[in-house]
């Protein structure tokens, strides 16, 4: 079986700026893998060329086989994706949303109400679907997103930042979705987060960005060996980076929730 992810030899440019220098990465199928790195890595970049939101300059992309250049969009049926942003409407209800993407996403007009009731179960948010998404809280609306995303049952789940503002108990929910969907339906996870505990528990195998270059990948466990005895993922960060973790987290989500505030619900 071709890999889930493939990325070979990409370089992308805004300007003069080198934002991913001549990365190459496998994402293998079924796995949680962890794109990590500080403010300004490339991980962003990465991410949105997978999502075919930002177009190829240099190097390949494949998603399960199908080349990201010439069929962009074979590779958006096989995605499903929950950006930093807000992308949920406070106006229509849970419900209403989740539907939404299932026309968005074309799933067949026969299996809409059932696939939108399935996800809304899979991500505990049946009670509360008639509710305006404008009273949801921070968790209930990142798992709205995690139904969105997961209406057309993508092979790849794509997740920047998904928890990211949450409080403890919103995020353990957002994973505990997260884990149970991989587990049960062999769903391959390509995320991004600044939360090393969260990435150590959670990810198969991490890849560490820096200045927009790859810089260690690995599992969780490897990667802290090679530091020595009681090393941490933390210092694993800091070790490939010289980095903060502290401040580029701080950096993170100041600048996540300045985007949510130009699109703030209700």
């Known amino acids: ?84 942003q807000l992308s949920i409407e406070g106006a229509l209800t849970g419900r209403e949303n989740v539907m939404w993407f299932a026309r968005l996403f074309d799933v067949p007009r026969t299996e809409r109400a059932e696939r939108v009731d399935e996800v809304l179960a899979m991500v505990d948010l049946t009670e509360s679907a008639g509710r305006l998404a404008s009273t949801y809280s921070g968790g209930m609306v990142r798992r709205l997103e995690l139904a969105q995303a997961l209406v057309n049952r993508p092979a790849v789940l794509v997740l920047d930042e998904p928890t990211v503002g949450l409080d403890p108990v919103a995020r353990d929910s957002v994973w505990h ?26 990810c198969d195998r991490v890849a560490l960005m820096h200045l927009g270059r790859l810089r260690a990948v690995g599992r969780p466990d490897e990667l802290k060996a090679a530091q020595g005895d009681g090393a941490s993922l933390e210092d694993v960060f800091r070790a490939f980076t010289g980095g903060d973790l502290v401040e580029n987290e701080k950096g993170g989500l100041r600048n996540v929730r300045s985007a949510r505030r130009t699109v703030r619900l209700g």
């Open 1 to 84: 079986m071709s890999d889930a992810i493939s990325i070979s030899h990409v370089t992308y440019r805004f300007g003069d700026h080198v934002a991913v220098d001549d990365l190459s990465l496998e994402v293998h199928p079924g796995e949680i893998f962890g794109l990590l790195g500080p403010n300004g890595a490339g991980k962003t970049t990465t991410i949105r060329l997978v999502n075919t939101l930002l177009p190829l300059q240099d190097g390949d992309v494949h998603v399960y086989g199908h080349d990201l250049r010439h069929e962009a969009m074979a590779v958006r049926r096989r995605l499903g994706y929950v950006p930093q």
């Open 177 to 202: 979705r997260v884990s149970e969907m991989q587990e049960h339906y062999g769903t391959t996870v390509l995320l991004t987060t600044h939360y090393m505990e969260e990435a150590d528990a959670l």
